[in-house]
């Protein structure tokens, strides 16, 4: 079995919920990977899983929550109550982490706004430019300005 495979079917096991030290054990005992090697290729395997989330993270937490509200509604059907409740442990952990993404993201905007109204309250009084242009150009105008005094 060549590298890439072996790399595949690992992050098929460590998506299923497997350890990595178990990840480990079983790239020795069932993909014949010798044990020097086998710490690389569990890493190799979560690379993969962090790169694809990158890729399309909305798509996947798309698709983990459709897939843990299938498992609990398929738990529930079957009254499997210790299923549903690890399933509803999942997304509400899903959701968390969600939320607190997300509250990172409007925390950095916030920031970048209130950066943006300092700059624009030292350079629109300075009337670089007229009222309707963009903050940037003020900006653009007054480095032009800086660079020909320093240069004279």
Known sequence: MI???KIEKLVVILTSGVSREDAKKVAVEKLGEQKSKATKLVDDACKSIKQAALRDGD????TAYLRLN????RSIKVQDVKAALAAQKEINRLNETFNITVEKEETQESQQSEELAKIAAHLLPLELAGENYPLHEHARIAADLIRK???D
């Open 3 to 5: 590298k890439k495979e």
């Open 59 to 62: 798509n996947e937490k798309g």
């Open 70 to 73: 299938d498992l609990y509604a």
């Open 149 to 151: 005094n320093i240069d």
